[in-house]
C-alpha cells in the first residue's frame, strides 16, 4: 500500500501545500463522527511515450460531487477544477509512476455534537506512487463475509462516505485473518452485493451477470466501463441479483475497481471457481482493460486525460 510521505505536495482548500504542514484537530467532525466522501482514481504512466493517463477523472469527480450532494456537504470546487488540481498536482510531485490521486470533502472543522451545519468543509487531493492492490497476475481467495453490506436505508452506499468503510474494514480483516485474500459481503436480502473496495462479476455460461444498485454497492466506474466492454468481447452482461450459491457454481468469477482493477477471483469458501484458474474471458476483459488505461486503444481515448 502506499505510505505517505511528508513533502509531497497535496492540494488543501485551493492552496498546494506540503503534506506535512496540513494539521487537522483532535475534535474534527469527520474523525468524529465519519462526515467526508472520497473518491479514489488511478494515473497509469506509459513509459514508452513517456506520459501519465489519468483514468476516467471525470467520472470519478462526478461522483464525488454526487456523494457530497447525498450527505449534504458542499464541495467547494467544480469538476474541472478538481480535474485541473489534479493535472498540477503530478506536474508539482514530478510522477512518472504509476500513480492513484484520492480526493476528500469533509468536515474538516471542530465540533462536538453530531449537527454539522456551522462546521467548516474542506476539499483536499492527495496524490501517491501506486502499484498493484490486490493480485491481479495469480488471482485471489475470497470468502463471503459475515458482515452484512450497510443498506441504502441505513448509510448510502453509493456515497463513498468515510464512515461506510467501517463496514468494509470488518469484511475486509474477517476475511484476511482467516487466510482468504479477500471479502464478498452479502446485501441485507442475503444477495451477494460487492466487495469492500470493489464490484463483482460473475460469469455463468456465456453470460457475466453483476448485482444491481438496489444491491446496496457503489456504483463503480470500473463497472461501469465494463458494463460497455464485455459485450464487445463477444458475452453478453446482465444486471440481476445473484445468490450467493451461484458463486459456488459459477465459471468465472472476478473483483474491479480502480484499486482492484480486474482481478481474477479463483475460489470462494474453499470452492474453486470454475477449474481453479484464470478464465479466457477474464484474461481477455484484464488485457483489454490494461490496454485501454496505458492509452494503447485509441477507441477509448475519451476515457483518459494526460497528465
Ligand atoms: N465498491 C466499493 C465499496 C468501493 O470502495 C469501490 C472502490 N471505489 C468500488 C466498489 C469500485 O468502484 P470504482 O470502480 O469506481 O473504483
Not at 502506499?2 to 505536495?9: A, E, G, K
Not at 467520472?59 to 470546487?77: P, V
Not at 497476475?137 to 458482515?147: L, P
Not at 461506510?164 to 451477494?192: C, P, Q, R, W
Request: proline share 5%; hydrophobic share 40%.
Amino acid at each position: 500500500m502506499p505510505v505517505p510521505d511528508p513533502d509531497r505536495i497535496v492540494f488543501f482548500d485551493g492552496e498546494y501545500k506540503r503534506h506535512g504542514d496540513v494539521h487537522l484537530g483532535l475534535l474534527t467532525h469527520a474523525l468524529l463522527y465519519g462526515t467526508g466522501c472520497f473518491d479514489g482514481l488511478r494515473g497509469y504512466w506509459n513509459a514508452d511515450r513517456e506520459q501519465l493517463y489519468l483514468l476516467q477523472v471525470k467520472a470519478h469527480y462526478e461522483r464525488l460531487h454526487q456523494s457530497s450532494k447525498i450527505l449534504g456537504l458542499d464541495c467547494a470546487f467544480a469538476v474541472e477544477e478538481l480535474i485541473e488540481a489534479t493535472i498540477e498536482l503530478v506536474r508539482r510531485n514530478e510522477l512518472k509512476e504509476d500513480c492513484y490521486v484520492r480526493s476528500l470533502v469533509f468536515k474538516s472543522g471542530e465540533g462536538f455534537g453530531v449537527p454539522f451545519a456551522d462546521v467548516a468543509t474542506s476539499t483536499a487531493l492527495s496524490v501517491l506512487p501506486m502499484g498493484k492492490y490486490l493480485d491481479t497476475d495469480r488471482g485471489i481467495r475470497c470468502k463471503v463475509s459475515t458482515w452484512i453490506r450497510v443498506s441504502d436505508a441505513a448509510i448510502p452506499v453509493r456515497a463513498k462516505v468515510t464512515g461506510v468503510y467501517v463496514n468494509s474494514h470488518l469484511a475486509k480483516n474477517e476475511a484476511t485473518d482467516a487466510g482468504f485474500d479477500e471479502a464478498i459481503m452479502l446485501d441485507s436480502t442475503g444477495h451477494v452485493s460487492e466487495g469492500p473496495g470493489e464490484n463483482l462479476f460473475m460469469k455463468r455460461g456465456d453470460v457475466w451477470i453483476t448485482p444491481p444498485p438496489y444491491a446496496d454497492i457503489l456504483e463503480g466506474v470500473t463497472r461501469k466501463m465494463l458494463l460497455e466492454l464485455i459485450p464487445t468481447l463477444g458475452c453478453e452482461v446482465l444486471e440481476r441479483p445473484i445468490d450467493r450459491t451461484e458463486l459456488y457454481i459459477c465459471d468465472e468469477l472476478l473483483l474491479c475497481g480502480t484499486g482492484a482493477e480486474i482481478t481474477p477471483v479463483l475460489d470462494v469458501d474453499g470452492r474453486p471457481v470454475g477449474a481453479g484458474k484464470i478464465g479466457d474471458s477474464t484474461r481477455a476483459i484484464q488485457d483489454l482493460y490494461f490496454k485501454i488505461a496505458r492509452g494503447d486503444d485509441p477507441r477509448y481515448a475519451h476515457w483518459l486525460t494526460r497528465a
